[in-house]
């Protein structure tokens, strides 16, 4: 019986994991500190692989049958890392770490060779291999000591020892990384994708989400799982807790797919502490007026007040900053201070920091709004009775601008009664900027207040819209320019209305000095409307980077532009660029029988987990990109490990689980496939003919050997993951 890891390839179906460059890899690898994290994700793999196989072999020879090897690894044409002999079985490792089999006399899984192995467990006693006396048994042509001449019932036994094996270690090892303590994201926002699921029902920052479904107290990972393998159609329930507001209410969450995965669009929580290892993070410091305090902020950081109001969650953060958007801000931080003897553990001071305003970059270019694209739940937009598609014409019967700086202007007016001009049932093609084309279109206004807001929506998610949460609405954004304002850069690089920018790039300080080239960039168009996006990622990066823009007129020549956006007067960044840790909790068992029960819990959710993502991607509910193959999954152990022990006992319970259903899918060359055959043997009385064993057997190895090729295109960027 054997294994390949590419049995495994659903394991890393939809963790999000960034892609690391190949380069990035390498060089990680040749770092000694990255040398015990290699070891304990080889080990761990290759546990897994040892666990389902000795599932087998124990069950074998408990059934008497021959096993004649017993490899980690393949030893494809006879390479071997190492090999030993100990009574009649060969224990090694094979050259090719891609999996592991036992091998037993008379049972071969390549279809090539099985009529071989057949033939050798019906000549060994001829051989001389075991002594000359009659043989008996149900299999009377085969030797007694072979795989062929079990029982079905033992037979079943030894196919499913395997799967059993890996489910009995699934709970064990959970049941470890419970005991030991799993450090889990919290359930709760930071921010939401303006425009998604999550902020189409009102979900802002600070929002704890406490209920998924059925599972009560989720952790964030829980999150990605329920969204993922969720119910598109009817939805997802959601129970949310707005700490700020005191208020707990359950919501239906119809999951977004134009990302090729399903999504509600929230980001993972953040603390309040600023990342312990800063200088190696963000090496030229922290990003915006964050790196400009005095005196300046440092590693580890904890803020615990704002202008003396204390402060104890990033939504209060956030709450606190928005007040004052002009004007500096006083922070009160716990800063850990290293005690005189080495041995002290780390004293912890209260200093006063400085944070100044940080002006909004601005590049002068005002581009041409696009319909409303969501309405947010419970907002004056959906009291007004706006809807999506709707085109917002004008505010007080003024033309409405930028539409990235709508909401800032409108917070003037909160309370105010203003007057929006709407022209429905606009098409796709038809914009706000183009009067003439509102001729034969309905237009109607509306009356709302303007609300007050204390959380951000950023567009930080390309072909994200632009939120206007004074008004509950995501407006889409496109690329072309509608307005230059004079004596800006953009005027001053020549770009004109009319004009398209197609591709947008930085070019950081460090390049300019170190003569590189600008990144790659994005590229924009009127299907990835992406200039929102542009904005905020402008706001975070180093001062005096340069935008390099290729711009398209309207005859469709193109030519490249560079400059260096200018501070706004009047527009400001609310977050200042504060980077924070995330937001953990420790979630630990209290005794042996609390670790069995969520070991337990832990394996029998990753089972189901398998089951219901094969039956999204066989429903083409999911797409098949989402797959992930050897590449992938190391690097997913990997990183685990770097998180700790008990998250790498985590990740191989996931595995462990996933390798028992995968591999006892009915597809022959697998254990699946197997048990098939001997159920219809059951039944019939005798086993079905060579010659449909080894076309089946064909079939479904070409089915792995295409998914194998598959999974590795994605692993290797062959093959878009979009």
């Keep these: ?329 006083t922070l009160t931080v716990q800063r850990a201070t290293p005690g005189g003897n080495p041995s002290e553990k780390a004293a912890a001071q209260s200093i006063v920091v400085q944070l100044p305003p940080q002006a909004a970059r601005s590049t002068g270019l005002t581009m041409t709004a696009l319909a409303v694209k969501a309405v947010q739940a419970d907002s004056p937009a959906a009291a007004a009775g706006i809807e999506p598609g709707d085109m917002i014409v004008s505010v007080d019967g003024e033309p409405l601008g930028d539409p990235l700086t709508l909401d800032e202007r409108l917070r003037d007016q909160v309370g105010s009664t203003i007057t929006l001009t709407l022209a429905r049932g606009m098409t796709e093609k038809q914009t706000a900027a183009d009067p003439d084309s509102q001729a034969d279109q309905k237009t109607i206004e509306v ?43 953009a005027a001053a690089a020549g770009i004109k209305a009319g004009e398209r920018v197609v591709r947008v790039r930085f070019e950081t300080p460090a390049a300019i000095k170190q003569d590189k080239a600008a990144d790659v960039g994005l590229e924009i168009s009127k299907k990835s409307p992406s200039w929102p996006y542009i904005v905020s990622v402008l706001q975070q990066v180093p001062d005096g980077t340069k935008l390099q823009l290729v711009i398209e007129s309207a005859d469709g020549q193109q030519r490249d532009v560079s400059f260096e956006p200018v501070e706004s007067s009047n527009q400001f960044v609310i977050d200042r660029g504060l980077i924070f840790e995330p937001l953990y909790t420790i979630v630990r068992s209290d005794s042996l029988w609390s670790a069995l029960r969520q070991g337990g819990r832990k394996a029998f959710d990753d089972l189901s987990l398998v089951y219901r993502f094969l039956h999204k991607l066989t429903s083409n509910q999911i797409s098949p990109r989402l797959l992930g193959g050897p590449i992938e999954i190391a690097k997913q152990a990997g990183k685990s490990a770097e998180e700790g022990f008990g998250r790498l006992l985590l990740f191989l319970t996931m595995l462990s689980a996933n390798l028992a259903v995968v591999n006892f899918l009915p597809i022959p060359v697998l254990d699946g496939g197997h048990m098939v055959f001997l159920l219809y043997e059951w039944v019939r009385g005798k086993p079905p003919s060579e010659g449909v064993v080894t076309v089946l057997s064909y079939v479904g190895l070409a089915l792995i050997l295409t998914l194998m090729v598959f999974v590795f295109g994605l692993d290797l960027g062959l093959i878009p993951r979009r």
């Excluded at 819209?465 to 004079?486: I, K, M, Q, R």
């Design 1 to 329: 019986m054997g294994v390949c890891l590419m049995e495994q390839l659903m394991a890393c179906g939809f963790s999000g994991v960034p892609v690391m460059a190949a380069s990035t890899w390498f060089e990680w690898i040749l770092q000694p500190a990255s040398w015990s994290v290699i070891l304990q994700v080889a080990g761990g793999l290759g546990f897994v692989i040892f666990v389902h196989e000795l599932g087998h072999f124990l069950v074998a020879k408990a059934c008497g049958v021959k096993c004649e090897k017993f490899f980690l690894g393949f030893d494809i044409g006879g390479l071997k890392l190492l090999s030993v002999q100990w009574g009649e079985t060969e224990y090694g490792i094979g050259a090719l770490p891609l999996g592991g089999y036992v091998k037993m006399l008379g049972q071969d899984d390549n279809p090539a060779a099985a009529a071989q192995e057949a033939k050798r467990a019906k000549t060994v006693l001829a051989a001389g291999d075991l002594p000359p006396e009659p043989v008996a048994g149900p299999h009377p042509a085969w030797d007694p000591r072979s795989y062929p001449a079990q029982s079905v019932p033992k037979r079943m036994a030894i196919i499913s020892a395997g799967v059993i094996m890996n489910v009995i270690f699934a709970v064990l090892m959970a049941a470890g990384a419970f005991s030991l303590g799993v450090k889990e994201l919290t359930c709760e926002v930071s921010s939401v994708r303006p425009g998604g699921a999550a902020w189409r029902v009102g979900l802002r920052s600070g929002d704890e989400i406490t209920a998924i479904g059925s599972q009560q107290n989720p952790i964030f990972s829980d999150l990605q799982k329920g969204v993922t393998l969720g119910d598109l159609s009817k939805g997802v329930s959601f129970t949310i807790h707005r700490p700020l507001a005191d208020s707990t209410r359950t919501l239906t969450l119809h999951p977004d797919t134009d990302l090729g995965v399903p999504t509600v669009g929230v980001t993972s929580p953040f603390s309040l502490t600023l990342p312990k290892d800063l200088g190696k993070d963000l090496s030229d410091g922290l990003p915006g007026s964050a790196g400009k305090t005095v005196p300046p902020l440092a590693a580890g950081d904890t803020i615990q007040a704002i202008n003396g109001v204390v402060v104890k969650s990033y939504a209060e953060l956030i709450a606190e900053l928005s007040k004052h958007v002009d004007a500096a801000a």
């Design 447 to 489: 009356s709302l207040k303007p609300r007050e807001v204390s959380w951000i929506e950023e567009s930080r998610w390309p072909s994200s819209p632009v939120s206007v949460p004074t008004l509950g609405v995501a407006l889409g954004v496109d690329s072309l320019v509608a307005f230059v304002a004079e004596e800006s850069p």
